[in-house]
């Protein structure tokens, strides 16, 4: 029987540096001009950076199917299916949704209320599909250059900006318990003392038995 793997996290302090420097290579400078130019070509810098996948070892069918759900994504309509979902049991893929494309998406009000780019939208429901392991597993592993760093970086910006969505109507600073679900992974001395930042994006749930696994 395998032992649970350790969790992984980050310490404080790269934390509060914030993604970019885990995204990019080079100096203060050459990092913040590499994310104003993936802001500046949006989707299109997502869409270079999946096609520098093709081909290389490290990154598997990661070209094929990040490829096939960024085309979903950004250039198809959404279809409602049932479908077989990333923890391996079916799921409904697109649910009320169908008939929608990218720039319905970026017109939903909670799009316009967080202010939205097209690119951040495309890019938080690129992570929602099959290709999220190639989001993750480069942040946990530290690989740096990050292979799908535009996006992670958009996820990251709109994620951000979706706090907004909090900040209106009558539930301003309401408390909000939220629960993440794990499985077979232990953590650390060092985390229960210290705390820390888990490496990658992640999932959290308002009621505790849907976070579950």
């Given at each position: 029987m395998?032992?649970?793997?350790?969790?992984?996290?980050?310490?404080?302090?790269?934390?509060?540096?914030?993604?970019?420097?885990?995204?990019?290579?080079?100096?203060?400078?050459?990092?913040?001009?590499?994310?104003?130019?993936?802001?500046?070509?949006?989707?299109?810098?997502?869409?270079?950076?999946?096609?520098?996948?093709?081909?290389?070892?490290?990154?598997?069918?990661?070209?094929?199917?990040?490829?096939?759900?960024?085309?979903?994504?950004?250039?198809?309509?959404a279809?409602?299916?049932?479908?077989?979902?990333?923890?391996?049991?079916?799921?409904?893929?697109?649910?009320n949704?169908?008939?929608?494309?990218l720039?319905?998406?970026?017109?939903?009000?909670?799009?316009?209320?967080?202010?939205?780019?097209?690119?951040?939208?495309?890019?938080?429901?690129?992570?929602?599909?099959?290709?999220?392991?190639?989001?993750?597993?480069?942040?946990?592993?530290?690989s740096?250059?990050?292979?799908?760093?535009?996006?992670?970086?958009f996820?990251?910006?709109?994620l951000?900006?979706?706090?907004?969505?909090?900040?209106?109507g009558?539930?301003?600073?309401?408390?909000?318990?939220?629960?993440?679900?794990?499985?077979?992974?232990?953590?650390?001395?060092?985390?229960?003392?210290?705390?820390?930042?888990?490496?990658?994006?992640?999932?959290?749930?308002?009621?505790?038995?849907?976070?579950?696994?």
């Open positions: 395998a032992l649970p793997e350790s969790a992984s996290f980050s310490e404080g302090r790269g934390a509060a540096l914030g993604i970019k420097f885990v995204l990019f290579d080079g100096t203060q400078e050459d990092v913040e001009k590499k994310c104003e130019e993936a802001r500046r070509l949006g989707l299109e810098s997502m869409e270079k950076e999946i096609d520098a996948m093709k081909g290389h070892p490290a990154w598997g069918d990661g070209y094929e199917v990040c490829k096939k759900w960024f085309d979903y994504v950004v250039k198809e309509e279809v409602e299916e049932e479908i077989m979902g990333n923890d391996g049991f079916k799921t409904m893929k697109d649910t949704h169908g008939g929608r494309r720039a319905d998406f970026h017109q939903a009000a909670e799009s316009k209320t967080a202010e939205l780019t097209i690119a951040e939208v495309a890019a938080l429901r690129l992570y929602t599909t099959a290709a999220f392991k190639w989001i993750n597993n480069p942040l946990r592993r530290h740096k250059p990050h292979p799908l760093a535009s996006a992670t970086l996820i990251y910006e709109g951000k900006k979706l706090r907004a969505l909090h900040l209106v009558n539930k301003k600073f309401s408390t909000k318990y939220l629960w993440r679900g794990m499985k077979d992974r232990t953590v650390s001395r060092e985390f229960l003392v210290h705390g820390g930042t888990e490496a990658a994006v992640h999932i959290l749930k308002s009621r505790l038995y849907s976070s579950s696994i």
